[in-house]
Nanobody, 121 residues
């Protein structure tokens, strides 16, 4: 099986910073895209940032210039550095990894359980 586990969420005042981490483990052959999505109460889940195995990133317009997404391929880990946080950034942040596993023998999207980010004004 493949597990995807996030860490690093919490509470921060507006203007502050947080760093999220997400590690994939288990019967992994290869990981392609990794990234972060978020879902605020009453809203749909939305893309925050993705990063390819080669390090190419794609960020939502709402976080460009404030968030940075990176990964460590050796550790199967993706990071989200969040600066200048705003109240509208508050949400549950979910990690996503497109994984080729020994079990499924195909590419499959795995999701973490989510980590809460709270931003107070």
């Amino acid at each position: 099986q493949v597990q995807v586990v996030e860490s690093g969420g919490g509470w921060v005042q507006a203007g502050g910073s947080l760093r999220l981490s997400c590690a994939a483990s288990g019967s992994i052959v290869s990981i392609s895209r990794m990234g972060w999505y978020r879902q605020a109460p009453g809203k749909q889940r939305e893309l925050v940032a993705t990063v390819t195995r080669d390090g190419e990133t794609n960020l939502a317009d709402s976080v460009k210039g404030r968030f940075t997404c990176s990964r460590d391929n050796a550790k199967n880990t993706v990071y989200l550095e969040m600066n200048s946080l705003k109240p509208e950034d508050a949400a549950v942040y979910y990690c996503n990894a497109l994984v080729f596993s020994r079990e499924r023998i195909e590419w499959y999207d795995y999701w973490g359980q989510g980590t809460q980010v709270t931003v107070s004004s």
